[in-house]
């Protein structure tokens, strides 16, 4: 692998990976940051009064 | 056949209720989370571990993200397919919520098949982007991804919006058999098809062996990523569900009492 770092088109390898890991990164912690967003409103409601007709645990 | 055993759900209809499909999502997410890194890990191990191509040098490395990418675009837009079939014809209450939540990912996916595509092209084709069939028909799925995003948050009523975007999803369907067989139909600059052919697949085994392992390690991603996806917009409509309810009693302060 080390071969590799300073090779004819490195750039274009790196800059493959590197949109591949930034794009699915980037993907992963939005899914995350709504889930947690979300669970925050549903306990918002909940303190509030409003109970749901199912409880999730996840 | 008065048991608790056969009236308790199973299958499809026991994951239509939402609590009991949080439940499991609970369960599997650990193992898929921890599965998915593992085989990425190796992948790209593997894949950085191959010798150079004889052709390409060592730009076939690309490969390694970009096949896996473009195959995914393609299930996710399969998992919608299923999805609105699930709405239309079986009337499932998680069917919209699958199709929903692929979208996103797909579109990711879709993008990055297209990126790296071309990142791979300008020092193998010289150029960065040709309006060639497999080219022109991927950028179409981005598109087509793209419009049902915006339809799905357009249409406030949910049984409304899931109709129709399903209805987009069938047509737009039609896509896919032309991403496939476009570099057998028309004359592109893209090549034809290596792995999934008739015959076998063309590629040498040091470079099919890392590429399927890292197209199964990019499924177990979109299975692991779908599920989250999927657990975030059954919250989104709890949280629309309770504000209604929420809203309803303002409205109407003795029938807020009198349901105490």
Redesign the interface.
């Known amino acids: 692998?080390s071969a590799?770092f300073g090779?004819?088109?490195?750039g274009?390898?790196l800059?493959?990976?590197g949109?591949?890991a930034a794009?699915?990164l980037a993907?992963?912690i939005w899914?995350?940051l709504?889930?947690k967003s979300?669970?925050r409103?549903?306990d918002a409601?909940e303190k509030?009064g409003?109970?749901?007709?199912?409880?999730?645990?996840? | 056949m008065t048991t608790d055993a056969a009236n308790k759900p199973s299958g499809l209809t026991a994951l239509a209720?939402?609590?009991r499909f949080?439940?499991l999502?609970?369960i599997v997410l650990p193992y898929l989370v921890v599965s998915t890194v593992l085989l990425l890990s190796i992948g790209l191990w593997m894949g950085?571990?191959v010798p150079d191509d004889y052709q390409q040098?060592?730009?076939v490395?690309?490969m390694f993200?970009?096949v896996p990418?473009v195959w995914m675009a393609m299930g996710a837009y399969m998992v919608m397919v299923s999805g609105a079939l699930g709405v239309l014809v079986w009337r499932h209450p998680l069917a919209d919520v699958a199709a929903r939540s692929a979208a996103?990912?797909g579109a990711?996916f879709t993008?990055?098949g297209l990126?790296?595509g071309s990142?791979?092209g300008?020092?193998m084709w010289g150029t960065w982007w040709v309006w060639d069939a497999r080219l022109t028909s991927f950028l179409v799925l981005l598109i087509i991804y793209l419009g049902l995003i915006a339809l799905w948050n357009a249409v406030e009523e949910p049984a409304k919006s899931a109709r129709m975007a399903a209805v987009v999803v069938l047509v737009g369907a039609l896509n896919i058999p032309i991403i496939r067989f476009s570099v057998e139909w028309f004359t592109t600059l893209h090549q034809g098809p290596s792995v999934m052919r008739a015959g076998g697949p063309s590629l040498a085994p040091h470079f099919l062996y890392p590429l399927l392992v890292m197209g199964l390690a990019f499924l177990l991603?979109f299975f692991t990523?779908h599920l989250?996806?999927m657990?975030?917009e059954?919250?989104?409509r709890?949280?629309r569900?309770?504000?209604r309810?929420?809203a309803r009693?303002h409205r109407n302060p003795v029938a807020r009492e009198t349901s105490k």
């Open positions: 692998m590799l090779a004819k088109y490195f274009f390898i800059s493959a990976f949109i591949t794009v699915l993907l992963t899914i995350v709504v889930h979300r669970l409103q549903l409601l509030a409003i109970k749901r007709a199912s409880r999730p645990n996840g | 209720n939402p609590t949080l439940a999502v609970r950085f571990s040098g060592r730009t490395r690309i993200v970009h990418s996103p990912i990711a993008f990055l990126a790296t990142i791979w300008r020092p991603l990523l989250m996806a657990r975030n059954i919250l989104r709890q949280i569900t309770a504000q309810k929420a009693g």
